[in-house]
């Protein structure tokens, strides 16, 4: 409660800075933002429904893992380069860049035999969600009579954390050419989101106010239970579909939050400031997920093409209780989208020295209604993956995509650049 009015009262003084200090409505850095699993899988775009054949089917497909045939430990990294440009009202372009190397996968399949096909069990994890990014204005706040009017705006919002899954999943043969599986995911992570705004009165326009200062930081942490299931279909020998229902998820969200703003009389006297902090707990009720993938393996399973589609109505999200009073009960409704995520790709192995060449293409359309979109989430994919010895497998995979956006007279421009290692040993 005590947040909910700091909050409302920082919105109506803040009201000039628009979308970057308070936004008309927040985006919520838990819905989307798929960040992808496995170097072999992010090489072909992420289309892996319908081939699900490494530890990483516990997350995009469990149905696959009963085609692993030998005991694998898998484990994967990821580095992440975000380059953000802005454009804030009619100043230039500010131009921002954040890194970070984190763990991608790490699990273990063991399969299991049976009198028909086979099965198999696995446990690890994968992290799905990267919110390693930062966004930075500088210009001349907009002459609308607001606190920000006339003065130098200097803003920075940096963002880190990410959420993954701790699954234990299943796979089995229904019969000789139809596998079905399921996985008990662990939900966990979490995000810290630190705005640091200074204005600066430099055409001297204002009596007793030489600058201002604004620090906001909010960290969260992330848990929830769900869990998917996944079929796999061998329609022909050359040709499989995957089909795979991921569950409705309930991520509970632990919130600490911190509010400081101090004012100067001039450039050397302090004059009022005001600090706040606390704590609240709030649910984020996700949707259920649908997707559908097919595979296509010809030249003897030389060259394969992959396609994937994934379906999410994120209108069907909610808040249980709201996180401030100000969020209307309809908040998913009004401000979020259905999206559907595209994931193609083409893998061709040289038999001649057991190396995989990958490409692949992979669209996370943006869920926001409220901002306009000046092109959706794309990437372009390039792998490549070698097998030493029937045991030892490496893989190498980068991402490159952008996208731009812009609400309320700021535009934002990202790019950014992912990099997957992976290493897996069957024995």
Same mark, same amino acid.
């Given at each position: 409660?005590?947040?909910?009015?700091?909050?409302?009262?920082?919105?109506?003084?803040?009201?000039?800075?628009?979308?970057? %200090?308070?936004?008309?409505?927040?985006? $919520?850095?838990?819905?989307?933002?798929?960040?992808?699993?496995?170097?072999?899988?992010?090489?072909?775009?992420?289309?892996?429904?319908?081939?699900?054949?490494?530890?990483?089917?516990?997350?995009?497909?469990?149905?696959?893992?009963?085609?692993?045939?030998?005991?694998?430990?898998?484990?994967?990294?990821?580095?992440?380069?975000?380059?953000?440009?802005?454009?804030?009202?009619?100043?230039?372009?500010?131009?921002?860049?954040?890194?970070?190397? *984190?763990?991608?996968?790490?699990?273990?399949?063991?399969?299991?035999?049976?009198?028909?096909?086979?099965?198999?069990?696995?446990?690890?994890?994968?992290? %799905?969600?990267?919110?390693?990014?930062?966004?930075?204005?500088?210009?001349?706040?907009?002459?609308?009579?607001?606190?920000?009017?006339?003065?130098? %705006?200097?803003?920075?919002?940096?963002?880190?954390?990410?959420?993954?899954?701790?699954?234990?999943?299943?796979? %089995?043969?229904?019969?000789?050419?139809?596998?079905?599986?399921?996985?008990?995911?662990?939900?966990?992570?979490?995000?810290?989101?630190?705005?640091?705004?200074?204005?600066?009165?430099?055409?001297?326009?204002?009596?007793? &106010?030489?600058?201002?200062?604004?620090?906001? $930081?909010?960290?969260?942490?992330?848990?929830?239970?769900?869990?998917?299931?996944?079929? &796999?279909?061998?329609?022909?020998?050359?040709?499989?579909?995957?089909?795979?229902?991921?569950?409705?998820?309930?991520?509970?969200?632990?919130?600490?939050? *911190?509010?400081?703003?101090?004012?100067?009389?001039?450039?050397?006297?302090?004059?009022?400031?005001?600090?706040?902090?606390?704590?609240?707990?709030?649910?984020?009720?996700?949707?259920?997920?649908?997707?559908?993938?097919?595979?296509?393996?010809?030249?003897?399973?030389?060259?394969?093409?992959?396609?994937?589609?994934?379906?999410?109505?994120?209108?069907?999200?909610?808040?249980?209780?709201?996180?401030?009073?100000?969020?209307?009960?309809?908040?998913?409704?009004?401000?979020?989208?259905?999206?559907?995520?595209?994931?193609?790709?083409?893998?061709? *192995?040289?038999? $001649?020295?057991?190396?995989? &060449?990958?490409?692949?293409?992979?669209?996370?359309?943006?869920?926001?209604?409220?901002?306009?979109?000046?092109?959706?989430?794309?990437?372009?994919?390039?792998?490549?993956?070698?097998?030493?010895?029937?045991?030892?497998?490496?893989?190498?995979?980068?991402?490159?995509?952008?996208?731009?956006?812009? *609400?309320?007279?700021?535009?934002?421009?990202?790019?950014?650049?992912?990099?997957?290692?992976?290493?897996?040993?069957?024995?």
């Amino acid at each position: 409660m005590i947040r909910a009015i700091i909050g409302v009262f920082v919105c109506l003084l803040f009201t000039g800075l628009l979308a970057v %200090v308070c936004p008309a409505q927040e985006e $919520e850095v838990a819905i989307g933002n798929t960040f992808g699993v496995g170097a072999r899988s992010m090489g072909m775009g992420g289309a892996s429904l319908g081939l699900a054949d490494d530890f990483t089917a516990l997350y995009w497909n469990p149905a696959g893992l009963a085609q692993i045939q030998k005991f694998e430990m898998f484990t994967s990294l990821s580095h992440n380069t975000a380059t953000t440009d802005s454009y804030f009202t009619d100043d230039e372009t500010i131009g921002t860049s954040r890194s970070q190397l *984190r763990p991608n996968s790490l699990g273990i399949v063991y399969p299991l035999y049976t009198r028909q096909g086979g099965a198999a069990v696995a446990f690890g994890y994968n992290r %799905v969600q990267n919110f390693d990014f930062q966004t930075k204005i500088q210009g001349i706040g907009s002459d609308s009579g607001d606190v920000f009017s006339g003065l130098y %705006v200097n803003e920075t919002n940096r963002n880190s954390g990410g959420i993954g899954i701790w699954s234990f999943g299943a796979s %089995v043969y229904l019969s000789k050419n139809i596998l079905i599986g399921g996985s008990v995911d662990y939900w966990n992570g979490d995000s810290l989101k630190e705005l640091d705004t200074t204005a600066t009165d430099t055409g001297n326009i204002r009596e007793n &106010l030489a600058r201002f200062s604004y620090d906001d $930081e909010i960290d969260r942490v992330y848990s929830g239970i769900s869990g998917r299931v996944g079929i &796999l279909a061998n329609i022909v020998e050359e040709v499989s579909l995957g089909v795979t229902f991921v569950a409705p998820t309930e991520l509970t969200v632990d919130e600490f939050w *911190r509010q400081y703003e101090i004012r100067y009389n001039d450039d050397n006297n302090e004059g009022e400031s005001n600090a706040a902090d606390g704590s609240f707990a709030f649910d984020i009720e996700k949707p259920f997920e649908i997707g559908a993938g097919l595979a296509v393996k010809l030249l003897n399973k030389q060259l394969v093409f992959a396609g994937d589609i994934q379906l999410t109505d994120w209108q069907q999200t909610r808040y249980d209780p709201k996180p401030a009073e100000d969020i209307p009960d309809d908040f998913f409704e009004e401000f979020y989208a259905t999206t559907i995520q595209i994931r193609v790709g083409a893998e061709y *192995r040289i038999p $001649e020295i057991d190396t995989y &060449l990958r490409v692949g293409y992979f669209r996370d359309t943006i869920p926001f209604t409220d901002t306009d979109i000046e092109n959706e989430r794309d990437f372009l994919t390039f792998g490549v993956g070698k097998i030493f010895e029937d045991s030892i497998k490496f893989d190498l995979a980068y991402m490159w995509g952008n996208w731009q956006q812009s *609400r309320n007279k700021l535009t934002t421009k990202r790019n950014t650049h992912r990099v997957f290692v992976s290493g897996a040993y069957r024995f």
